[in-house]
């Protein structure tokens, strides 16, 4: 393969996976004063909505958060309930639930009168025929408030076991809320709703008084759909690294899938360099970097004349009937996975100008250090095919 070629393939391959991510969009919610604004500015981790004692959402604000290498649209609805408000404000929620992947109620501690959140996601249900159109999740906030209001300690908590006053407190709020609520909410499908605590702090900046907040952005990610995952992972350091893996481990089934070619003489790296390709634009866009096509090219073109070697010997075995195609695909993978890492590595270490000596000696460390077993059982689970050890 010539160096015309990969560059066609790079092109080719750049087209494709250049709009395969797209920016999540949550409609966040809840009554007047149950917390919105402070809980959209905990969850960005930056100021995004003005807060106070009084209503502050009189009428639906669209943010968008694209500073900073964020973006994220959060729809922030006026608070529902308000008398003489219901009708319009239920249609705004209407309108906004067309184009957004997660719906986010916030139910205030310790309210006892639910029949405005009820009546709200009964009325989307009922306009959508049965159940809901996009995921729901309940954010059971300001939990700060359980009694006794002064006790708060969010780093002590334990909820899991509660011991504290505040600790029953607040669990027996908890259970009351998904009674009564968790029937009536039907999910697209099926499955139980999520009924998370939290509280997000006097402000956004005073990361010792939250609670909550990083379980409620695991729980949105996981229900984002996958187009949506990789923006909204940039909002924490964990997310992240979780992003980073699911995207790399995706691609490396996808290139030993891609590797299963039985066919002598026809090149893995045709089918296997688009998906490389494809991981890398996502990895550079999950930490906000330009992955132009030159930077492609400068560096997947030497890399892919230095590990020619290890190609030719997954080509080799083709000649192998059945358990060799196995073994290059397990080749094929396991080279895209330790590319992947290698290149998450150096993106998390804040190193983007490298290049494709930087990029080998890295993919080549993992290559030497990965446990080959582990990565063998995994490919098993997600194909159900038991591909066979190289070494």
């Known amino acids: 393969m010539n160096a015309q070629q990969i560059a066609d393939i790079i092109l080719e391959a750049k087209s494709k996976f250049d709009s395969c991510d797209e920016v999540p969009t ?15 500015n905990a969850l ?13 959402t009189q009428t639906p604000v669209e943010h968008e958060l694209a500073e900073g290498g964020l973006p994220l649209r959060v729809v922030d609805l006026p608070g529902v309930g308000e008398a003489g408000r219901h009708a319009q404000r239920l249609e705004h929620l209407l309108e906004s639930l067309v184009r957004a992947h ?14 405005y959140e009820r009546e709200l996601v009964g009325a989307v249900q009922m306009h959508y025929g049965t159940a809901l159109p996009l995921p729901c999740i309940v954010a059971c906030t300001k939990i700060d408030a359980a009694a006794p209001v002064r006790d708060w300690n969010p780093a002590a908590l334990n ?25 009536h909410i039907r999910q697209p499908f099926g499955g139980a709703t999520s009924f998370l605590p939290c509280c997000a702090g006097e402000s956004w900046e005073r990361a010792e008084e939250r609670y909550g907040i990083e379980a409620l952005r695991n729980r949105i990610y996981e229900s984002l759909p996958d187009a949506a995952r990789t923006y909204f992972a940039r909002l924490d350091g964990a997310l992240c690294d ?9 691609h490396s089934v996808s290139a030993a899938m891609a590797g299963l070619n039985p066919l002598p003489g026809i090149p893995d790296a045709l089918f296997i360099i688009p998906i490389q390709i494809g991981m890398l634009i996502r990895l550079s866009r999950l930490y906000d970097r ?24 997954s080509q080799l075995c083709k000649f192998v009937p059945v358990a060799g195609s196995l073994a290059g695909a397990a080749v094929a993978g396991a080279l895209t996975y330790c590319l992947g890492m290698a290149f998450h590595a ?17 993919a080549e460390k993992i290559w030497n250090g990965m446990d080959i077993g ?15 050890s190289w070494k």
């Open 374 to 388: 582990a990565f063998l059982k995994e490919l098993e689970r997600r194909t159900g095919i038991v591909f066979p």
């Open 26 to 40: 949550i409609v966040l919610a809840g009554r007047t004063g149950s917390g919105k604004s402070s809980l959209m």
């Open 290 to 313: 330009p992955f132009t096509w030159d930077v492609a090219v400068r560096l997947l073109g030497p890399l892919l004349a230095r590990s020619a070697g290890r190609m030719l010997a």
């Open 159 to 183: 909820l899991a076991s509660p011991a504290s006053e505040k600790e029953r407190n607040i669990i027996a709020w908890l259970n009351y809320v998904e009674r009564t609520m968790g029937p």
């Open 102 to 115: 997660i719906l986010l109620v916030t139910v205030p501690c310790a309210s006892r009168d639910l029949t």
């Open 346 to 362: 150096l993106m998390h270490g804040g190193s983007w100008h490298v290049d494709s000596d930087v990029l080998l000696r890295q």
């Open 242 to 250: 979780r992003r980073a893996a699911d995207i790399i481990v995706e």
């Open 44 to 56: 960005a981790g930056r100021f995004v909505s003005e807060t106070g004692v009084i209503p502050t």
